[in-house]
T-cell receptor, first 114, second 112 residues
Framework: DAGVIQSPRHEVTEMGQEVTLRCKPISGHDYLFWYRQTMMRGLELLIYFNNNVPIDDSGMPEDRFSAKMPNASFSTLKIQPSEPRDSAVYFC????????????FGEGSWLTVV | DQQVKQNSPSLSVQEGRISILNCDYTNSMFDYFLWYKKYPAEGPTFLISISSIKDKNEDGRFTVFLNKSAKHLSLHIVPSQPGDSAVYFCAEHSGNTGKLIFGQGTTLQVKP
């Protein structure tokens, strides 16, 4: 258990509102990922950070999405304004080292935009 | 444009039989291929991985096969158990860039 804490676990919001999803991993990981789970695309990589620096944000669907990582123990994913098609489960994951089996996920944030 | 493809959304298998989950990829630059398992309302958890320089890795009931020429990855579970019922995601990971990309997932149902 790498202790990746996501909040909120569930959020229901109205279209047009700002949504902020939070991730608090135990420090000591080099990489942090944000994924979105949908039926069509599975686990879709949105953005990932290395040592708090964004490396690849090509998966961020639109300018309405932004992510920050001010320190090794905290990251946010913001959607402004939110739309119904943003409804999904958003996962944060962390990883260290070269091996692919040391990647740990949080339990996800379930977002519903009505 | 899906780099990692799991073309079967679902699979149903009888308990005790073999489950075979398949995955195709397009980019050969990744170092590791992984399988993750996900139960409802939980985050994905690591199941098994294989280095790109190998063609087989076995861990108990789980075996992953890698066919680099075909760019194909498969996970064999034998014997299948009802507790194996979950969504299985394949993924590719680059040790160089740290990038980790997943497929769409396959829902496995193991019937008692």
């Amino acid at each position: 258990d790498a202790g990746v804490i996501q909040s909120p676990r569930h959020e229901v919001t109205e279209m047009g509102q700002e949504v902020t999803l939070r991730c608090k991993p135990i420090s000591g990981h080099d990489y942090l990922f944000w994924y979105r789970q949908t039926m069509m695309r599975g686990l879709e990589l949105l953005i990932y950070f290395n040592n708090n620096v964004p490396i690849d944000d090509s998966g961020m669907p639109e300018d309405r999405f932004s992510a920050k990582m001010p320190n090794a123990s905290f990251s946010t994913l913001k959607i402004q304004p939110s739309e119904p098609r943003d409804s999904a489960v958003y996962f944060c994951a962390v990883h260290s080292g070269p091996l692919g089996n040391t990647i740990y996920f949080g339990e996800g944030s379930w977002l519903t935009v009505v | 444009d899906q780099q990692v493809k799991q073309n079967s959304p679902s699979l149903s298998v009888q308990e005790g039989r073999i489950s075979i989950l398949n995955c195709d990829y397009t980019n050969s630059m990744f170092d590791y291929f992984l399988w993750y398992k996900k139960y409802p309302a939980e985050g994905p958890t690591f199941l098994i991985s294989i280095s790109s320089i190998k063609d087989k890795n076995e861990d108990g009931r789980f075996t992953v096969f890698l066919n680099k020429s075909a760019k194909h990855l498969s996970l064999h579970i034998v014997p299948s158990q009802p507790g194996d019922s979950a969504v299985y995601f394949c993924a590719e990971h680059s040790g160089n860039t740290g990038k980790l990309i997943f497929g769409q997932g396959t829902t496995l149902q193991v019937k008692p």
